[in-house]
Nanobody, 124 residues
Framework: QVQLVESGGGLVQAGGSLRLSCVAS????????MGWFRQGPGKDREFVTR????????YYADSVKGRFTMSRDNAKNTVYLQMNSLKPEDTAVYYC?????????????????WGQGTQVTVSS
């Protein structure tokens, strides 16, 4: 069983920045594929970004490319999501997700474990 705990959400004005963190349990964190997803009001959960276990490869949704950066610190069992140039349409609950198999892609169903989510609200 893998437990994920997100933090760092909050209220920010458009153009501002936030950094989300997600701490994972488990002794083999460096093999987990990790992802960030978000779910806005009345919307389906959507892919934001993902990273392989080694941290050497990341992939971003077009809507956040150039503004968001995902990284990981395997020594701390933590992934981060640095969000810059935030827009009101980025408002959502942000979830981190883990695939211990190391295969996680862009679909929520490819991840076995989820955090509780952290609210990000961007005001205009």
């Amino acid at each position: 069983q893998v437990q994920l705990v997100e933090s760092g959400g909050g209220l920010v004005q458009a153009g501002g920045s936030l950094r989300l963190s997600c701490v994972a349990s488990g002794r083999t964190f460096n093999t987990y594929a990790m992802g960030w997803f978000r779910q806005g009001p009345g919307k389906d959960r959507e892919f934001v970004t993902r990273i392989k276990g080694s941290g050497g490869w990341t992939y971003y949704a077009d809507s956040v490319k150039g503004r968001f950066t995902m990284s990981r610190d395997n020594a701390k069992n933590t992934v981060y999501l640095q969000m810059n140039s935030l827009k009101p349409e980025d408002t959502a609950v942000y979830y981190c997700a883990a695939d211990p198999r190391g295969l996680g892609g862009n679909a929520p169903g490819e991840y076995q474990y989820w955090g509780q989510g952290t609210q990000v609200t961007v005001s205009s």
